[in-house]
């Protein structure tokens, strides 16, 4: 069975990198026909027309009637994210469909009908111009009369090429790359065994990425916890801390931490959040601790603790290719954006040159790891093309829902750092955080102020925004990618995962009250 399983995960890399040469293919020909530089040109030639006006009362009436002249989609054309959200919800818990949701082919099926529900509108209904987000931002006026090409095009781009390509590009490559590496052993899966792989995460989040921290430990610590039978609430708190609270410390921890960075935000500002950061989740560590030790552990039978004392292994770290490949990973995303320039030059990169890189390193991964670390980790590609195909149909149908949040989220009388914290967690718990965060840090932006700023932003409320969007994407599966990802994985070797309410509970119980003390503790 494992020899058929290697063989189709070997398979599958074959045609992956097939496709990732394809695509390296695309790319040298829009380049030679020039149109990758084209877009950086029209990038940095918007940001050189704002920089000159920038100062200009002139400039600020401008961007205001722009503003005023976007009229946001009523409230009703958020109905098909409403559905998406409750399919991921509910599907799996109805006995008549859920043997059919478990195929990717069926998400499929219902991401992209919702998201064709959602297109229809702009398509046939939307009367009022549209902002387009890609390469630079610009306006896309309806059509008086029949379809508004312009405006689908518009929000298709703004879904696809300014976010869910990044989005994915970037989880794919961390999550194949991490797939190349192995901690093996068998540790007594004890309470402070399991609490040590969260503190670790916690650590690497930051540094290597929620996804590639996520794809390192989650394997060794399920190989760790094989012999207990409870081991759910693990998996549920190891989502809480690697996949989201521990990537507070920098820009490449975690995908709205970066926009910000984008945006102007210091590389190293957010090493200031690290009282924040190391009290979250020590408050999260020490409650699966407690609850590990008291309530968990007693639960499982003599025999099985037995075997798990008996089968002990010592750690062994293997495919160290992977390393470099990371810390490649890192450094496209720090260097590799066209507002920028390449540092000691006066050369901006290519627009979807860093995905071109990350899709490169993931070939190099492809080709050279070692093929034995994939097999023995069990890698396929079930848990990604799970969460792109749904967050396909998320970043489509959520763009109602953040044209209406963009248009009215200065009128929502936010001020302090701990309603900026708030509204921006419990949004970015069902819409995808980055995004979100971009929306308050632009309505925080907008609010004058007295007090030291960071990039045109008042400190406090930058932090309740950066704390807000990277802690509360733990509250649902759907809040952040990773979430998902480890999900499936856990899944998939047979550990039965919460619910998406089910999930809910856990964090609803552990989460809200560590996140209210913090925000009491830090904000104001």
């Keep these: 069975m494992n020899e058929l399983s290697g063989e189709h995960s070997r398979d599958s890399s074959t045609l992956v990198f097939g496709g990732i040469c394809l695509v390296l293919l695309c790319y040298s020909l829009t380049a030679i026909a020039g149109w990758p530089q084209h877009g950086r040109d029209l990038l940095i030639e918007k940001q050189a027309a704002?920089?000159?006006?920038?100062?200009?009362?002139?400039?600020?009436?401008?961007?205001s009637?722009?503003?005023?002249?976007?009229?946001?989609?009523?409230?009703?054309?958020?109905?098909?994210?409403v559905l998406l959200l409750s399919a991921i919800a509910i599907l799996p818990l109805l006995h008549r469909v859920e043997h059919w949701w478990e195929h990717n082919l069926s998400k499929l099926f219902i991401a992209t009908t919702l998201g064709m529900a959602t297109l229809s509108y702009y398509l046939f209904f939307h009367r009022d111009a549209?902002?387009?987000?890609?390469?630079?931002?610009?306006?896309?006026?309806?059509?008086?009369?029949?379809?508004?090409?312009?405006?689908?095009?518009?929000?298709?781009?703004?879904?696809?090429?300014?976010?869910y390509i990044p989005f994915i590009v970037l989880l794919f490559s961390l999550f194949v790359i991490a797939g190349s590496v192995r901690i093996e052993g068998d540790l007594v899966a004890s309470s402070t065994t399991n609490a040590l792989f969260l503190l670790v995460g916690a650590l690497a989040a930051s540094f290597i990425g929620t996804t590639g921290a996520a794809m390192v430990l989650i394997r060794?610590?399920?190989?760790?916890?094989?012999?207990?039978?409870?081991?759910?609430?693990?998996?549920?708190?190891?989502?809480?801390?690697?996949?989201?609270?521990?990537?507070?410390?920098?820009?490449?921890?975690?995908?709205p931490l970066f926009l910000g960075y984008l945006e102007g935000v210091d590389f190293f500002w957010t090493l200031s959040l690290w009282k924040e950061w190391l009290v979250t989740n020590l408050l999260i560590i020490t409650i699966y601790w407690l609850w590990d030790?008291?309530?968990?552990?007693?639960?499982?039978?003599?025999?099985?603790?037995?075997?798990?004392?008996?089968?002990?292994?010592?750690?062994?770290?293997?495919?160290?290719?992977?390393?470099?490949?990371?810390?490649?990973?890192?450094?496209?995303?720090?260097?590799?954006?066209?507002?920028?320039?390449?540092?000691?030059?006066?050369?901006?990169?290519?627009?979807?040159?860093?995905?071109?890189?990350l899709l490169s390193l993931v070939g190099i991964s492809l080709r050279c790891g070692d093929v034995t670390i994939r097999r023995d980790n069990g890698f396929n590609y079930g848990a990604i093309i799970e969460v792109a195909v749904l967050f396909l149909g998320i970043f489509i149908c959520m763009q109602p829902a953040l044209s209406i949040l963009q248009i009215y989220g200065p009128t929502l009388g936010l001020s302090s750092s701990r309603s900026f914290f708030w509204a921006t967690g419990l949004l970015s718990s069902v819409l995808d955080n980055a995004p979100t965060y971009l929306v308050f840090?632009?309505?925080?932006?907008?609010?004058?102020?007295?007090?030291?700023?960071?990039?045109?932003?008042?400190?406090?409320?930058?932090?309740?925004?950066?704390?807000?969007?990277v802690f509360l994407g733990a509250m649902t599966y759907i809040g952040n990618g990773p979430n998902f990802m480890v999900k499936a994985i856990a899944e998939k070797q047979g550990i039965r995962m919460p619910s998406f309410f089910g999930y809910m509970v856990w964090s609803f119980c552990v989460l809200l009250p560590v996140f209210a003390f913090i925000s009491f503790l830090f904000l104001s």
């Excluded at 006026?141 to 298709?156: E, I």
């Excluded at 399920?222 to 809480?240: P, Q, S, W």
């Excluded at 996949?243 to 920098?250: E, K, P, Q």
């Excluded at 840090?441 to 102020?449: D, H």
Aim: charged share 15%; glycine share 8%.
């Design 441 to 469: 840090f632009k309505t925080a932006q907008s609010l004058g102020t007295e007090a030291p700023t960071m990039a045109g932003v008042d400190i406090g409320r930058l932090a309740g925004v950066s704390l807000g969007a």
């Design 50 to 63: 704002h920089a000159d006006h920038s100062h200009s009362h002139s400039n600020e009436s401008e961007s």
């Design 293 to 357: 030790s008291l309530v968990e552990l007693p639960k499982e039978t003599q025999l099985d603790l037995s075997r798990d004392r008996g089968r002990t292994r010592q750690m062994v770290i293997r495919g160290l290719l992977s390393v470099p490949l990371m810390i490649g990973v890192i450094a496209s995303v720090a260097l590799l954006d066209p507002s920028k320039v390449f540092p000691g030059t006066d050369w901006h990169p290519w627009i979807f040159l860093r995905e071109v890189v």
């Design 220 to 255: 060794p610590l399920l190989e760790t916890n094989r012999e207990r039978k409870h081991v759910a609430h693990t998996v549920v708190f190891f989502i809480f801390v690697v996949c989201n609270c521990g990537g507070c410390l920098l820009p490449v921890g975690d995908p």
């Design 130 to 163: 549209v902002e387009i987000h890609f390469p630079c931002h610009g306006l896309a006026q309806a059509s008086d009369y029949g379809p508004s090409w312009s405006v689908v095009s518009a929000v298709l781009v703004n879904a696809l090429l300014s976010e």
């Design 65 to 81: 009637s722009n503003l005023s002249t976007i009229i946001p989609p009523p409230i009703f054309t958020i109905i098909p994210f």
